[in-house]
């Protein structure tokens, strides 16, 4: 992957270029990117919050959510901070975005971030290793409640968190101590390690050392992700992923330009993964920015394509929005809304799932 980080001069500055998602942030030795988890050093990018988790927890699978992956069962799920969208109506965002200063538009932040817990090519830094054995012990204790053991972040809105941490990535872990906990957990009824909460593609790297380790060890490898993600990142992940929820925003551009993303390369992720593993998609429906129902017909009627394309299934969730972050003065989408939007999908798809009314 070395050969994602392009050097660039910019007024005479060294800058090296990130090349993990669509924004290509070009940064200055010591720069973090606009996710915030990414960050130039020595010449070259790091993931900056390599086993720096913000939250931890065994969760039903359905929360991820996966209604047609091991119904049922629980998964160990992991979250660190850093995002590459800006997504105003966040439901997330105390998690994601812990510690990460806010401003609008795009581009680099340029904000310098502590050493502890970096990796360099996938490898926790020595702060990292010695921190490790802090990290999850406490897992056990809720397992099966489906709340959040510890978070770094805030209150996740969703009622799940119990402890706050004023710093961000108050824990730190090694793959080894994630998937020792997520075997650990088995006898709870654990099938495996999810990444979520935040953006996990923007610490790409740690996923792929833990979901090595788990999938050697049996288990399953679940992520959550926003699918803005270049091929390469792909080409290196979803080899190691049993199942993949995967947020479609909206279905058009526009929208897309609203969140700062991009629909052609989420479209494309999806058809990817959904010929490389299980997949899932989820819409979140916000009044009056994406529930129009021809644009509906139109996401459903490609979601039935790549089905056609893939030989297989991939669920449609249609969930309701609730007032969050930046537009925490909005309405909750109004549940017939999501009811009305998820039967229109059923015209075209044979598994629409309503969430969160
Ligand atoms: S992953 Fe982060 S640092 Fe890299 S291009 Fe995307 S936003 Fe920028």
Avoid at 104 to 120: F, L
Avoid at 174 to 179: G, I, K
């Amino acid at each position: 992957m070395r050969g994602e980080d392009r050097a660039h001069r910019l007024h005479g500055e060294r800058r090296v270029e990130c090349g993990v998602c669509f924004r290509r942030c070009r940064l200055a030795e010591g720069e973090t990117g606009f996710c915030g988890a990414r960050q130039a050093r020595a010449g070259k990018v790091i993931c900056a919050n390599y086993g720096k988790l913000t939250a931890l927890a065994l969760d039903p699978i359905e929360k991820k959510p996966l209604a047609e992956f091991y119904p049922g069962n629980l998964i160990l799920s992991a979250g660190s901070f850093g995002c590459n969208l800006r997504c105003p109506f966040c439901q997330n965002y105390e998690i994601s975005m812990a510690g990460i200063p806010q401003r609008s538009g795009s581009g680099t932040w340029g904000r310098s971030v502590g050493a502890a817990g970096c990796a360099e090519n996938g490898s926790a830094g020595p702060a990292a290793q010695e921190n490790a054995g802090n990290a999850v012990g406490d897992a056990a204790g809720d397992a099966g409640q489906g709340a959040v053991v510890k978070s770094a972040a805030g209150d996740a809105g969703q009622g799940a968190v119990k402890e706050v941490f004023e710093e961000p990535a108050a824990m730190t872990v090694s793959p080894r101590q994630l998937a020792a906990q997520a075997a650990e957990l088995a006898a709870k009824g654990n099938i495996g390690l999810a990444y979520t909460y935040n953006e996990p593609l923007v610490g790409w790297e740690f996923v792929r050392d833990c979901a090595g380790l788990i999938a050697e060890a049996g288990m399953k490898n679940v992520l959550v992700t926003n699918g803005t993600a270049g091929p390469e990142v792909l080409d290196r992940l979803l080899p190691l992923i049993d199942a993949v929820n995967i947020d479609l925003k909206g279905f058009t551009q526009e929208y897309y330009s609203w969140v700062g993303g991009s629909l052609d390369m989420v479209k494309e992720t999806i058809i990817r993964a959904s010929q490389l593993c299980h997949t899932e998609v989820t819409v979140l429906i916000v009044p009056g920015k994406n529930d129009d129902e021809e644009d509906m017909r139109r996401l459903a009627g490609w979601l039935s394509s790549v089905e056609k394309r893939a030989g297989k299934r991939v669920p449609l969730h249609v969930t309701r929005f609730f007032p969050r972050w930046r537009m925490k003065d909005q309405r909750a989408t109004p549940v017939e809304t999501v009811y009305g939007l998820a039967e229109t999908a059923r015209e075209y798809l044979p598994s629409v799932y309503t969430g969160n009314c």
